[in-house]
T-cell receptor, first 110, second 110 residues
Framework: RKEVEQDPGPFNVPEGATVAFNCTYS??????FFWYRQDCRKEPKLLMS???SGNEDGRFTAQLNRASQYISLLIRDSKLSDSATYLC???????????FGRGTSLIVHP | NAGVTQTPKFQVLKTGQSMTLQCAQD?????MYWYRQDPGMGLRLIYY???????DKGEVPNGYNVSRLNKREFSLRLESAAPSQTSVYFC?????????FGPGTRLTVL
């Protein structure tokens, strides 16, 4: 079983739709959680951190469920510019090595 | 503040040639990383350096060497390039937890 698993998609949605991605992790000692965004042929960039209480940044909401060991990303009112690959990242406390999922591809069409 | 810079951006090598990929960060981060990214494989860690003067192998270190020249710079060397090393290489650095990535080097080995 991979340490961090994501549905690769692609998720193909119309503009204005709401879309959600999940990511599961296997190590219950994981302490830090992030969503990164990667555009085609570009470097990954931090989208948002994921806190135990959940957090929201504009149209984006991230949630953590420690009991079931998954994190989620919800995108409301999808824009064409949201088309990208979304990477789930998990870090164990005290570890220098984040663990990346393989990413979920999102395509937003007109 | 340039963040993480990488050189070169593109490179074509012949099998057996050697080259060094350069990476520098100006964020005073202790940890630095080298990843490769291949289609469908996600980011795979080649080597990392938790602090100046230390380096450790990641998931796919064979065929590579690294040097943490100082706190700012972390280079990746291919001693004898092979077609299997055709990939996009990303350097990253991190302070406490979040990683920042360079723009990548697109390497083709013929």
């Amino acid at each position: 079983r991979k340490e961090v698993e994501q549905d690769p998609g692609p998720f193909n949605v119309p503009e204005g739709a709401t879309v959600a991605f999940n990511c599961t992790y296997s190590n219950s000692a994981s302490q830090s959680f992030f969503w990164y965004r990667q555009d085609c042929r570009k470097e990954p960039k931090l989208l948002m951190s994921v806190y135990s209480s959940g957090n929201e940044d504009g149209r984006f909401t991230a949630q953590l469920n420690r009991a079931s060991q998954y994190i989620s990303l919800l995108i409301r009112d999808s824009k064409l510019s949201d088309s990208a690959t979304y990477l789930c990242v998990v870090n164990m406390g005290g570890s220098y090595i984040p663990t990346f999922g393989r990413g979920t591809s999102l395509i937003v069409h007109p | 503040n340039a963040g993480v810079t990488q050189t070169p951006k593109f490179q074509v090598l012949k099998t057996g040639q050697s080259m060094t990929l350069q990476c520098a960060q100006d964020m005073n981060h202790n940890s630095m990383y080298w990843y490769r990214q291949d289609p469908g494989m996600g980011l795979r860690l080649i080597y990392y350096s938790a602090s100046e003067g230390t380096t450790d192998k990641g998931e796919v270190p064979n065929g590579y060497n690294v040097s943490r020249l100082n706190k700012r710079e972390f280079s990746l060397r291919l001693e004898s390039a092979a077609p299997s090393q055709t990939s996009v290489y990303f350097c990253a650095s991190s302070g406490l937890v979040e990683q920042f990535f360079g723009p990548g080097t697109r390497l083709t080995v013929l």
